[in-house]
């Protein structure tokens, strides 16, 4: 059963996103590394009242990490390592896209990792453009060993327009409508 269920609309029809984040009990399953163990599993689905090109979406994901290059004072773009090189900045998209993502961490040293996962579309009009049309927040927390999942949350078009300097950044082909969530 979902934890969070996110309603969005686009062009005149309406979906939702169900989103759930579990403890990762079995890694190989899911086929993540073995230091997932424990850390969250987050899947979020989308329903859609379109069809075809119009149900087309992608999930823009970054992460902010005390072991990232930051030392968690910022959010980075957290691309699908098999496309980490590719310039888009989604990293998953396609007809209903579903979000997955287990990470992993070969120790359990004190850490805190915070996502902000973003369903957004790109207009068929020539451009490329993100346009964001709902966003969640979720992760975990690592204390003397032991793993504590951050809940998802759902996030406000103002999370969308803080990140808009790191996106414009990291993919300078692509523009960013910073009037998210009004498609």
Known sequence: MPELVLPFSYRGAAGEVAVAVAPNAHPERLGCRAGALELPACTATVTFGALGYRAMFGWVQ?????????????FEMDPFSLFADAA???????????LFDGPSRPGRDDLDWLAHSFLATTPFDGRRRVLALVGFSWGFRFRQGRVALVEPNTLSPADWRVHLPVLEAAHPGWSFAPDAWAA
């Open 62 to 74: 970054l992460v902010k990490s005390t072991d990232n290059r930051s030392a968690g004072e910022a």
């Open 88 to 98: 888009s900045p989604y990293c998953f998209f396609g007809h209903l896209p579903t």
